[in-house]
C-alpha cells in the first residue's frame, strides 16, 4: 500500500473520517458496530502497485497470487479476480471460496504443512497451477492421489532456506526450527525424488519467510539462495518453470518506516533479473490490510484510578492481533467535532471476560459513549481471524466503492451462531 494511496482512500474532511466518497458515521448509521469497512480504491491501487512493480520483467509477467487466508471475503476475492490475480490458499475451503469469487483455478498455488487427501483430489479436480509441497509424506500422499484420478500433480517444494526473517516469532516461518517446507539441503534429493515419481510434474520452487517484514533483505537472501538450487536442478535436467518467492511485505501500523512496494521488490528482482521462471508472489497482508478498518463504538466510559476504561463494542473476537500478537492498531475518533470532552488516556477494551481482551493500551482520546471510533490498517487478518467467543456474532463487512456501500456481508445472528448444534435426545 502506498501512502498517497491510504490517504485518498480514507481522509478526513472537516470533522469526519471518510473511506472514500462516504462519510463513516453513516456506514455506523445504516449497518451497524462492530463492521469492517474496505476501500475498494485501496485494494485496487495495492494491487496496481505490484503490478507497476512487477511490470518490467519483460516477457515473462509476473504472477501475484493473493494469499487468501488475509482477507476471504468473496467481495476482496472478486476484486482481485477481476485484476487478474492469482491466488494462495492453504484449504480446500478457501479454494472453494475462490472458485465462488471467480478467480481462475489456473492461478492458484496451495501452501500449508496438512493437506488433506480430500483437499489433494479437489485441487486436482480443480486444476490448479501448483501445489507448494512442504514434507516428503505430502510429496508421497500426493503422487498416490494424483495416480488414483489419473492426473499428474504439478509441484513446487517449498524450501526452507534458514533465513531469520527478524519479525515476530508467530509470524516468522523461514528458520530451520519452523514447522514449514523441506530443509535446504535435503532439498536436491527431494527434488530428485519427485521428479521420478509418475503422479507428479515438478513445476516450480517455493519460499516464504515470514510475515509483515519491513526490510527486503532477508527475503532477497532467501531469494539468493532460492536461485542457487534452481541452477543446481537445471544442470541436472530439472527446469523448473517458475520461482514463488512467497508474500511476507509489511505494512505501516504505526510509524514503522515502511519501504514502497517497489523498494521493497528491488533486491527481488535484482537476484531474479535475466532469469526465465516466472516470479510468483504471495502477497496478502500488503494488498489488504491498510484497506480496511474495523468501525466500533464506545459502549461506556469508565474513569478511575489507576486506569480509565473505554468499553468499545467491538473486542478480540472481532480483532484478535492485539490480543494475540500485541499487536498496535491506531484508533482514532469519526468525527473529531461536537463538544469537547477532556481528553484522557484509556485502555480501550472490548465486553469480553478476559484480561487480554483489549484493542489498544493507553491511547489518548476525548470520548463520550455512543463515539464510532475506527480501529485503522484491519484489513488484514482482522475479520479472518474473528471468532464467536462469547457468543458474539461476527461483524458486518462493508465495502465503499466511491459514493456507494455495499454490505459484503451482513452480521451474523444469534439463530445461526447456535443453528448447527443440538439437544440431547
Ligand atoms: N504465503 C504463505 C505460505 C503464508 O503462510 C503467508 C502468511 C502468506 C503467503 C502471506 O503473508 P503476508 O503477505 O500476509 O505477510 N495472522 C498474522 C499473520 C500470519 C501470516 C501467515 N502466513 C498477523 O495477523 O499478523
Known amino acids: 500500500m502506498t501512502a498517497s494511496a491510504t490517504t485518498t482512500a480514507f481522509s478526513r474532511r472537516g470533522s469526519i473520517l471518510h473511506v472514500e466518497e462516504v462519510p463513516l458515521p453513516e ?3 445504516r449497518f451497524g458496530t462492530p463492521c469492517y469497512v474496505y476501500s475498494r480504491a485501496a485494494l485496487t491501487s495495492a494491487y496496481q502497485a505490484y503490478q507497476a512493480a512487477l511490470a518490467d520483467r519483460a516477457g515473462r509477467p509476473a504472477l501475484i497470487c493473493y494469499a487468501v487466508k488475509a482477507n476471504s471475503n468473496l467481495a476482496i476475492l472478486d476484486v482481485f479476480a477481476r485484476l487478474g ?6 484449504s480446500g475451503g478457501e479454494l472453494a471460496r475462490v472458485l465462488a469469487a471467480g478467480g481462475d483455478p489456473g492461478k492458484v498455488v496451495f501452501s500449508g504443512v496438512g493437506k488433506s487427501r480430500a483437499e489433494m483430489r479437489q485441487a486436482l479436480a480443480a486444476g490448479i497451477l501448483c501445489f507448494n509441497v512442504e514434507s516428503v509424506p505430502e510429496l508421497e500422499t500426493l503422487n498416490a492421489v494424483a495416480i488414483e484420478l489419473g492426473r499428474q500433480a504439478p ?3 517449498r524450501v526452507n532456506p534458514d533465513v531469520d526473517a527478524r519479525t515476530h516469532p508467530y509470524i516468522s516461518t523461514g528458520l530451520k526450527s519452523a514447522k514449514f517446507g523441506v530443509p535446504f ?3 536436491l534429493p527431494l527434488y530428485r525424488r519427485a521428479a521420478a515419481l509418475p503422479g507428479l510434474t515438478v ?3 517455493d519460499c516464504h519467510i515470514g510475515s509483515q517484514l519491513l526490510d527486503p533483505a532477508p527475503a532477497a537472501e532467501a531469494a539468493t539462495k532460492i536461485v542457487g538450487l534452481v541452477d543446481a536442478l537445471a544442470a541436472e535436467g530439472i527446469v523448473l518453470h517458475h520461482i514463488d518467492l512467497g508474500g511476507g511485505m509489511g505494512i505501516r501500523y504505526r510509524d514503522e518506516t515502511v519501504p514502497s ?3 521493497y521488490l528491488a533486491p527481488l528482482l535484482a537476484v531474479m533479473r535475466d532469469r526465465q521462471e516466472q516470479l510468483l508472489l504471495e502477497p496478502g497482508r500488503s494488498l489488504v490490510g491498510n484497506a480496511g478498518l474495523l468501525l466500533t463504538r464506545v459502549a461506556l466510559l469508565k474513569h478511575g484510578e489507576p486506569k480509565n476504561f473505554a468499553v468499545v463494542d467491538a473486542a478480540m473476537n472481532d480483532l484478535a492481533r492485539p490480543a494475540l500478537y500485541d499487536a498496535w492498531h491506531e484508533i482514532v475518533k469519526v468525527s473529531d467535532g461536537g ?3 477532556p481528553a484522557r488516556v484509556y485502555e480501550v477494551v472490548g465486553p469480553i471476560c478476559e484480561s487480554g481482551d483489549f484493542l489498544g493500551h493507553a491511547r489518548e482520546l476525548s470520548l463520550a459513549p455512543g463515539d464510532p471510533l475506527a480501529i485503522m490498517s484491519a484489513g488484514a487478518y482482522g475479520m479472518a481471524m474473528s471468532s464467536n467467543y462469547n457468543t458474539r456474532p461476527r ?3 462493508v465495502m465503499i466503492d466511491g459514493d456507494r456501500m455495499h454490505l459484503i456481508r451482513r452480521r451474523e445472528t444469534l439463530a445461526e451462531l447456535f443453528a448447527s448444534e443440538s439437544l440431547l435426545p
Open 339 to 341: 463538544t469537547p470532552t
Open 261 to 263: 512496494v517497489a523498494e
Open 155 to 157: 509441484v513446487s517444494l
Open 85 to 90: 490475480a492469482g491466488f494462495d490458499i492453504v
Open 27 to 29: 456506514v455506523a448509521e
Open 203 to 205: 513445476r516450480g520452487i
Open 395 to 397: 461483524a458486518a463487512e
Open 185 to 187: 539441503e535435503a532439498a
